[in-house]
């Protein structure tokens, strides 16, 4: 597939830059600060049922406490003890948080917490816990009673872990069991958090297979990718870069790649030498049709580069919402033909850092599917009675692939086909409304 020059050329030349919303640019702050997927991870908002209403066992015995929080105002104390009358029935603590956050299997996540067990706390296991499509407990990452100490302070605990297949939702999670009521201590739990761990999802970002550039980065228009090639010639990092440009004819390459989640943001960097005699160049993110034409970019233009044979580093942020055409999106740069020597391209960087942080789960019952399970070439009918405002309906896979996106009718039911190309497996639907979002496994036969 060809990306047409003219496009480029179009887009950059009238509309100058498609900075998507929250767009930042640096040339010297390269920090990866990642957003805190849990709501209300402080307990600071004083109400429980907001975000942590769903338990295991027993939500009378944990609250929100003011004793000696980690940080601000609340935490929560979770206290379990057997009871006296039954002795063999333990009165055990909970709390979970179900998150509306979509995630990806396979991709790797952190998650870290405050925690003061005292010297006679219950046996504790506190972690991100994973749930099947009928809301049963399917698998947990966590650390276990062993790992967590008696002591009368506040610790700090953190693991990261990759997203097992076959979980529907998850969440962070408290557990403390039930103990004998005379050694009776409470458990406090305090600022809690999940992030995404990003990784590049660039292929060959460094240049460094220098034989599958053709692979890996199209060449576009008149020079057929002929005027752009891996070079050896002061690379940033590694042995070598991309060496774009030309005095005579515009130069172009770019990289296509599949699955961008709408709401998600995404940042991009990477470094860059003009030289002093570079011709104008557009580096930044394109967004393709079907066709891999050239429909939207989020780019630094021309002007920000300055003419220096210094590497220079720059990034960028924004929120991918998906437009009419969006099929695939991924890294570019565009040399036009008015430079007197080449630009060195090196060390470029897509990274997925996952939904703004405020988004709430809705009720499962406000979606319905049905048939569920389908036939691929079926119409699927989708009710979202309860939902009110601007719709956005998206269908991943289990790997997180979006399979599409696409806006919904402002009413309550409408029907969609399910493309006859589509594999046979169990795919997740998600609806999401502003910052409010909820999802459902659809299977397809």
């Given at each position: ?89 333990d ?14 299997v ?20 506190i ?14 990452k966590?650390?276990d ?5 008696k ?11 990759v ?57 576009v ?16 990092a590694?042995?070598?870069c ?6 005579t ?23 860059v ?97 049905y ?7 079926q ?17 991943y ?5 979006m ?11 409408q ?15 998600r609806?999401?409304?502003g ?11």
């Amino acid at each position: 597939m060809e990306t047409k020059k003219s496009t480029f050329i179009s887009r950059i030349g009238f509309s100058g830059l498609i900075l998507g919303l929250f767009l930042t640019v640096g040339m010297l702050n390269h920090a990866n600060a990642q957003q805190n997927i849990i709501p209300d991870n402080g307990f600071e908002l004083g109400d429980l049922n907001q975000y942590w209403a769903y338990t295991f066992t027993h939500q009378e015995h944990s609250k929100l406490s003011t004793v000696n929080p980690h940080s601000g105002t609340y935490c929560l104390e979770l206290a379990g003890w057997n009871n006296t009358a039954n002795p063999t029935t333990d009165r055990d603590a909970s709390r979970f948080q179900k998150l509306a956050t979509p995630f990806i299997v396979g991709a790797t996540y952190h998650y870290s917490f405050w925690i003061n067990r005292g010297l006679a706390g219950g046996r504790s296991y506190i972690g991100i816990q994973f749930l099947d499509a009928t809301g049963a407990y399917l698998d947990d990452k966590s650390y276990d009673a062993n790992s967590i100490l008696k002591v009368n302070e506040w610790k700090f605990y953190e693991a990261t872990f990759v997203m097992p297949a076959g979980a529907v939702s998850w969440g962070p999670f408290a557990y403390v069991e039930g103990q004998a009521a005379t050694t009776l201590n409470s458990v406090f739990l305090d600022d809690f958090s999940l992030e995404f761990v990003p990784q590049n999802m660039i292929d060959n970002p460094g240049f460094e297979t220098a034989g599958l550039l053709d692979d890996t980065w199209n060449g576009v228009g008149s020079t057929d990718g002929t005027l752009s090639f891996v070079s050896t010639n002061t690379p940033h990092a590694g042995t070598h870069c991309l060496e774009i440009g030309s005095p005579t004819a515009d130069a172009t390459r770019y990289q296509q790649i599949w699955g961008a989640i709408p709401g998600n943001t995404y940042k991009y960097s990477f470094w860059v030498n003009r030289g002093l005699g570079g011709a104008d160049s557009y580096i930044g993110i394109g967004f393709f049709d079907i066709d891999g034409n050239n429909v939207g970019d989020n780019s630094i233009d021309a002007g920000s580069i300055q003419k220096s044979a210094d590497w220079q580093y720059f990034e960028a942020s924004f929120v991918y919402t998906p437009k009419a055409g969006y099929d695939s999106f991924g890294p570019f740069i565009y040399v036009n033909g008015s430079g007197t020597n080449t630009i060195l391209l090196d060390d470029f960087t897509l990274l997925d850092m996952g939904v703004q942080t405020g988004v709430k789960a809705l009720p499962e019952s406000d979606l319905k599917l049905y048939p569920n399970p389908i036939s691929r070439g079926q119409s699927l009918t989708i009710n979202t009675n309860g939902i009110s405002g601007e719709k956005i309906v998206s269908m991943y896979d289990l790997s997180g692939r979006m399979i599409f996106s696409k806006k919904l009718q402002n009413t309550d039911s409408q029907t969609l086909e399910i493309d006859s190309k589509v594999k046979a497996g169990s795919y997740f639907v998600r609806i999401a409304s502003g910052k409010k979002i909820t999802s459902k496994l659809l299977i397809i036969r």
